[in-house]
């Protein structure tokens, strides 16, 4: 596994390197070994390419299991003087414990920063909007599509914006005319269009959840789904005890995506759940209305011939008429697997503004 590098669970994939930008990221047992086979690596890239590493740049990160001795050969072997991925790493906390407060309050007092510099400055309430809405909204959206944000850092931003709205300062209190949950509204129901934080996070990160469906052969999918959830469905595994914040922060989208995503297309059948999941377009709540109660069937491929075909007989056996009519209309391809896709959509792609969307006409309503 010296050359293979690290995974994360027996069901992921070995990772051996990682680029990003202009950094690149090589993995490698914390050893004696390990150090010499990387320090034969890069002096391979040298030879061949004519360019010397520069040891300056050069910063390791070790893993909780490695003792200080063993940092200390490391550092040694391959001259390295720096170490990496201590706080932030491209602008996102790298190590976030148990609280996750201190690690986002940086979010904001960007916002207040930003807020601070134009305090003063008469603008108008058009000017302010397109302030609010284009600089400080849009700083915290890196940091909602990878974490579920404190509901205080939350809070602090929405206060920092909505004082700004009413006063053109943060610190400077003045008379809130509305209620912050009215402003979030659209504009043509009577609000401005300002973002509801709490549920832009939760839209973002739904998104995350809908590429680990929707591209399931990409690293990211094979490394999260291999660590959690490599024996069952994304929308049906639980969350295990020591999940890390990542995976907690996908599973936290997730319940929005079983409000808006239903099975477009059916395939075989055997990975749909004929009362749990939404496969009926345009039907009440995506199900059956039939009661539960004593039925046999739990799975659509019940409900398939071996041609392929629906089972009229069948259906119409164990489902009210409106449910039967819905079931034998619905398109089947009778192979291949069940595929999801956003119901409110017209081509079943996600939408983070669609999602948001969703859970803003659920909170009006």
């Given amino acids: 596994h010296i050359s293979r590098g690290v995974r994360v669970g027996v069901h992921s994939p070995w990772i051996s390197h990682l680029l990003f ?8 047992e914390a050893s004696h ?20 590493v520069n040891r300056d740049k050069l910063a390791g990160f070790f893993s909780n299991n490695c003792d200080d001795q063993m940092k200390e050969v490391i550092r040694v072997g391959l001259d390295i003087q720096n170490e990496a991925l201590a706080e932030k790493y491209l602008g ?6 148990r609280s996750t407060k201190e690690s986002f309050e940086y979010l904001p007092t960007r916002v207040k920063g930003a807020i601070g510099s134009w305090s003063g400055r008469e603008a108008s309430c058009a000017g302010r909007e397109i302030l609010l809405k284009m600089v400080d909204q849009a700083i915290s959206t890196y940091s909602m599509s990878c ?3 404190p509901v205080e850092t939350c809070d602090k931003m929405r206060a920092a914006i909505a004082n700004y709205w009413w006063g053109s300062s943060t610190d400077n209190r003045h008379i809130h005319w509305m209620r912050w949950d009215r402003l979030t509204a659209a504009k043509c129901q009577g609000g401005m269009g300002f973002r509801n934080l709490r549920h832009f996070n939760v839209a973002m990160l739904g998104k995350q959840g809908w590429k680990l469906m929707s591209r399931p052969e990409s690293l990211c999918a094979r490394v999260l789904k291999g660590r959690y959830c490599h024996d069952s ?30 099975k477009r297309i059916i395939g075989d059948g055997s990975l749909t759940n004929i009362w749990r999941d ?29 041609s392929g075909q629906w089972n009229e007989d069948l259906v119409r056996q164990v489902f009210f008429l409106v449910d039967a009519e819905a ?13 999801w896709a956003w119901e409110l959509e017209k081509h079943g792609m996600y939408s983070v503004r669609s999602a948001y969307r969703l859970l803003e006409n659920q909170r009006l309503h």
């Fill in 21 to 28: 930008v202009d950094d690149c990221i090589v993995f490698s």
């Fill in 33 to 52: 070994r390990g150090a010499d086979r990387l320090r034969s690596i890069l002096g391979i890239y040298s030879r061949g390419s004519g360019q010397l």
């Fill in 92 to 97: 996102l906390p790298t190590a976030v414990g």
């Fill in 147 to 149: 974490w579920k944000l």
């Fill in 233 to 262: 469905d994304f929308m049906e595994c639980t969350r295990k005890k020591h999940a890390s914040h990542t995976w907690r922060a996908i599973l936290a989208g997730r319940e929005v995506l079983g409000q808006g995503l239903i």
């Fill in 278 to 306: 939404r496969w009926l377009p345009q039907h009440f709540n995506g199900r059956p209305i039939t009661p539960l109660a004593d039925q046999y069937v739990t799975r659509v491929a019940d409900l398939i011939t071996a």
């Fill in 327 to 339: 079931i034998l209309r619905t398109p089947i391809r009778g192979r291949g697997d069940d595929i």
